[in-house]
């Protein structure tokens, strides 16, 4: 198969399959009454009652069976898209498939803290202790994977510099540099677009990335979460029908995670997710104002997304503000990568 038409097919295929699933998913999620009560704000603003939660099973469904049917119907044509733009097969395809089980894992915590919320009617999820544990043992795993696909000498591209050494390094940045990024993509469910809007543009600059290197296999990956996150933004959209949940957006920040590695340069997120890191610094940037000044607040609340609704700004705007924020970025990652020596031209 050509390999552009494979990273067409994965998008399109993961658009219609996520849109389709929530003429099913969603009705579902209701007669369960898998919902959570909404913030004061949507009260104030909006005046509605639960909205359901893990939509993201419709973000794992569509692009994971995108991605195979993609890499499925290329093989049978004779094709290995897996395995494109490298000499070793084998690396590639434990960087593809390891993501997406790393990714899965990420979900499944996410689903077992929606799971909680809802049993407990939103007074209790995974506490952080137990949701850092769960982050912290599938980000190792997942490192060690990689570790052993690059046979232990681990290193990083780093735009402008090169490929740099990271030695023991490498696992005290990984640990620390996943939990910060899925916990930054955790914290941004709730607002109707925002999750899935900034993952579309996010995954979309990572695509194009792969595919100027020749990782025809992960823009593949990528595109069909781009097409995911559209066909979630059709039920999404304010007023939204079904949000992500903790399952989408650990799913989303484990997979942006698994690509950034893949192409062996996970800086490139703070640029193409920088949307997730500012609503990560915002929550951190509250936890230290408010120690250091002993009970004062810099924000209303935390994230920054809670404290836009506080001040009366609508769903619809919040997101837009955060979106074009992150598109602005994932437009800088593309160009950091390509005149910072990623590409050879």
């Not at 960087?95 to 990420?106: C, H, N, P, S, Y």
């Not at 402008?160 to 490498?170: A, S």
């Not at 903790?246 to 193409?272: C, D, E, H, R, W």
């Not at 120690?291 to 997101?319: D, F, N, W």
Request: hydrophobic share 50%; proline share 2%.
């Amino acid at each position: 198969m050509n390999v552009a038409v494979a990273v067409i097919a994965a998008f399109v295929a993961a658009l219609v399959i996520t849109g389709v699933s929530g003429f099913v998913l969603i009705p579902w999620l209701r007669q369960l009454q898998f919902g959570l009560p909404v913030s004061y704000a949507d009260k104030k603003l909006y005046g509605r009652g639960n909205v359901p939660t893990a939509g993201g099973i419709m973000l794992a469904l569509g692009t994971l069976s995108a991605i195979l049917i993609t890499v499925l119907t290329d093989k049978i044509m004779g094709g290995d898209i897996a395995a494109s733009g490298s000499l070793v097969p084998q690396e590639m395809y434990t960087k593809l498939w390891g993501g997406v089980i790393t990714t899965l894992a990420f979900g499944f915590i996410g689903f077992i803290d929606d799971y909680f919320r809802f049993a407990t009617n939103g007074t209790s999820g995974l506490t952080v202790k137990q949701k850092s544990i769960l982050i912290v043992l599938a980000s190792a795993a997942y490192l060690a994977s990689l570790y052993m696909g690059m046979q232990g000498a681990a290193f990083m591209f780093v735009p402008f510099i090169g490929n740099v050494e990271t030695g023991f390094f490498y696992w005290i940045f990984g640990i620390a540099f996943i939990y910060f990024t899925v916990g930054s993509a955790y914290v941004t469910d709730g607002v109707d677009g925002l999750t899935s809007g900034i993952g579309v543009t996010a995954t979309a600059a990572l695509s194009v990335i792969a595919a100027l290197k020749g990782f025809f296999g992960f823009s593949a990956l990528s595109a069909a979460l781009a097409g995911a996150c559209i066909g979630f933004l059709i039920w999404n959209k304010s007023p939204a029908k079904i949000h992500t949940g903790k399952t989408g957006s650990l799913f989303l920040g484990g997979m942006t995670v698994a690509l950034a590695y893949a192409l062996n340069s996970p800086l490139i997120l703070l640029l193409s997710c920088i949307s997730y890191f500012i609503e990560g610094a915002s929550v951190a940037a509250q936890i230290v104002y408010f120690k250091a000044t002993g009970g004062k607040l810099l924000l209303k609340t935390a994230p920054l997304h809670r404290h836009m609704e506080m001040c009366g700004k609508t769903h619809k705007k919040i997101s837009l503000t955060l979106t074009v924020i992150n598109i602005l970025g994932a437009a800088s990652a593309v160009a950091v990568m390509y005149y910072g020596g990623y590409i050879l031209r």
